[in-house]
């Protein structure tokens, strides 16, 4: 079993907020306590966020823990977009564009081998953080066309990340394709949320436990996630 989760953080500020607080960020995220974690929204030696690599200050308060960071855009003098930060072994990265108008999109993709746990190994899955546009038919695309890449690597796979779209589209596009979409309270906003748009979607896992934790140093709420794998680890497709 691993434990994942994803949290569109909005480089530390909160809702209603006027100054982002790293810090707060930072040790949310850290209590989280997840193996494998996608961030959205991080700042990066921005001005605005006090010139902080917010990445690296989750990275750090997680031991044992590697991150990579995928730049959408430059704001504020640094970068900012998204980030993987995972207990244990990261190989084989992609760092995958999305197709779509307006602001930039990625993915990252990776094969995890996450951390032991009491002297036993657990076995590598293929994880994809990824934040999608904010316009919902672009976003549909996105996803279809990140799931539709997704077929030449190794199960079981998880994708985890702000999808910017709500249960009906999620869900028609998880079971026209094979995915498993995790039902959860609402995300946004986080003061009190009405709609479900941040994401941990399947194949080749079940769902053990999943909670969306209170807390109020963004705008969304976080989604945590306990997944293991069922049957045998999926070949990629040869088509």
Known sequence: MIRVATFNVRHGLAEGGRVPDPSATTAVAAALGADVLALQELDVHTTRSGGTDQLALVRDAVPGSVARFARTVEVDGGDYGIGLVVRGAVDDVEDVLL???????????ARVEPVAVDGVDRPPCTVAATHLQNDRRVARSQLVELLGRLDSRPGPTVVLGDMNLPPFVVDGVCSELGWDAVATPATFPARSPRVQIDWVLTRGFELVAV?????RVSDHRPVVAEIRPVGPSRVPSSG
């Open 211 to 215: 909670v969306v934790p209170d807390v």
């Open 99 to 109: 197709s779509g108008p307006g602001e930039p999109r990625r993915a990252i993709v």
